[in-house]
């Protein structure tokens, strides 16, 4: 698993297949806080959560997921940590 301390502020979360998924707001409780500007749809305006179980890896300002975008935002949490979807 990756270290939470290696994941910034602003660092572009992307899927495994290159997607834009988020950017991250901070790292929180085990998941990634994404900015709720990266909220879309009927949850727009607050933040989604991802694991970090998700992370493959952090390299300079870009996360890397290990699941392709579209399951990543699929998978996305509430704060409650209830799905999105």
Do not use: P
């Given at each position: 698993?990756?270290?939470a301390?290696?994941?910034r502020?602003?660092?572009?979360?992307?899927?495994?297949?290159?997607q834009?998924?988020g950017?991250?707001?901070?790292?929180e409780g085990?998941?990634?806080?994404?900015?709720?500007?990266?909220?879309?749809?009927?949850h727009?305006?607050?933040?989604?959560f991802i694991d970090?179980?998700?992370?493959?890896?952090?390299?300079?300002g870009?996360?890397?997921?290990?699941?392709?975008?579209?399951?990543?935002?699929?998978?996305?949490?509430?704060?409650s940590?209830?799905?999105?979807?």
């Amino acid at each position: 698993m990756i270290n939470a301390s290696e994941i910034r502020e602003h660092a572009e979360v992307v899927g495994s297949d290159g997607q834009h998924v988020g950017t991250v707001d901070r790292v929180e409780g085990g998941r990634i806080k994404l900015t709720k500007s990266d909220s879309h749809g009927a949850h727009a305006g607050h933040h989604h959560f991802i694991d970090m179980n998700l992370v493959q890896s952090v390299d300079g300002g870009r996360v890397q997921l290990s699941v392709a975008g579209r399951e990543a935002v699929a998978s996305e949490q509430e704060q409650s940590g209830r799905s999105v979807n």
